[in-house]
């Protein structure tokens, strides 16, 4: 059974600060791995989707790396703004339904 | 992009009520929708897999009497919770994929509140 860790669970940084988010999935069977960000009462918004095929996907200030074989995904986040500030969920799509971490929830202080 | 669509926004109940919540995919067709269920600070959980045309499938442990799922339509699935109980106040998310596409689209979520 697949199961998505994040770490850290709660990640507080001042403005202006790169930091990276990571993921470990236990089956590396995938067919893809997707980063979303969730703000307080709100649905996803894709950030990011890494096919099993791909290391890494970039967009913005933001770069996600994925290392199938170890199991393993980080979302960087470089030059953090308060806007910024959300819940980090990552997900893997299988041979299930895409099955979610707890999530990373992200503070940037400004 | 693709977008998905999910109505209402947030609603109140009564306990013992029914509540119907609504997922449109609005340019593409989706013929498998997900239903997800969210508690506070916790991850997305899977309900139920919605598949046009056919009964949906229910994950271990969700009564599916109690979740009515719809899915009447390539554009429309629907999630009813029947008999509406405090402990069934969450944070309810649809999404769908494209034909052929692994990339999940997830509606904006329902709040549902029993009381």
């Known amino acids: 059974k697949q199961e998505v860790t994040q770490i850290p669970a709660a990640l507080s940084v001042p403005e202006g600060e790169n930091l990276v988010l990571n993921c470990s999935f236990t089956?590396?069977?995938?067919?893809?791995l997707q980063w979303f960000r969730q703000d307080p009462g709100k649905g996803l918004t894709s950030l990011l989707l890494?096919?099993?095929?791909?290391r890494e996907q970039t967009s913005g200030r933001l770069n996600a790396s994925l290392d199938k074989s170890s199991g393993r995904s980080t979302l960087y986040i470089a030059a953090s703004q308060p806007g910024d500030s959300a819940t980090y969920l990552c997900?893997?799509?299988?041979?299930?339904?895409?099955?979610f971490g707890k999530g990373t929830r992200l503070s940037v202080i400004a | 992009g693709a977008v998905v669509s999910q109505h209402p926004s947030w609603v109140i109940c009564k306990s013992g009520t029914s509540v119907k919540i609504e997922c449109r995919s609005l340019?593409?067709?989706?013929?498998?929708m997900f239903w997800y269920r969210q508690f506070p600070k916790q991850s997305l959980m899977l309900m139920a897999t919605s598949n046009e045309g056919s009964k949906a499938t229910y994950e271990q442990g969700v009564e599916k009497d109690k979740f009515l799922i719809n899915h009447a339509s390539l554009t429309l699935s629907t999630l009813t919770v029947t008999s509406a109980h405090p402990e069934d106040s969450s944070f309810y998310i649809c999404s769908a994929s494209k034909e052929g596409d692994t990339e999940a689209f997830f509606g904006q979520g329902t709040r549902l509140t029993v009381v």
């Open positions: 340019d593409f067709q989706a013929t498998t």
């Open positions: 997900a893997v799509s299988g041979n299930t339904p895409l099955v």
């Open positions: 089956d590396s069977a995938i067919y893809n």
């Open positions: 890494i096919q099993s095929s791909q």
